[in-house]
């Protein structure tokens, strides 16, 4: 990317962990394992995986989610028109695959 709008050290700090998420008392919302609040964004740091950055979105039946791997290049987009479907489970299907294709090492 060019950087046009917003510089490289502010999208530096965007994706650095900033608070831990996982086990915190105070957040249940993505309190997931390996994960921290950015600037806007969840991260997630798993062992063996590169690092991911994140953010979802619910509306009544509608729920999204945006991920990218920043050292990667790659971005996945989960858009869903139910709400009765783990979108956890699909996006964790999808880094499986990509991890499978060879585009996380």
């Not at 479907?85 to 090492?105: F, N, P, T």
Request: proline share 3%.
């Amino acid at each position: 990317m060019k950087n046009a709008v917003i510089g490289e050290k502010i999208k530096s700090q965007m994706y650095t962990p900033q608070i831990k998420v996982t086990g915190s008392i105070f957040s249940d919302y993505q309190n997931r394992e390996d994960t921290w609040y950015a600037l806007g964004w969840f991260v997630e740091q798993k062992d063996g995986m590169p690092k991911k950055v994140y953010h979802t979105g619910d509306n009544g039946g509608f729920q999204i989610y945006v991920g990218f791997f920043p050292e990667k290049d790659l971005h996945v987009l989960v858009f869903e028109n139910r709400n009765d479907q783990s979108r956890w489970d699909l996006v964790e299907k999808i880094d499986e695959i990509s991890k499978r294709a060879h585009w996380l090492d």
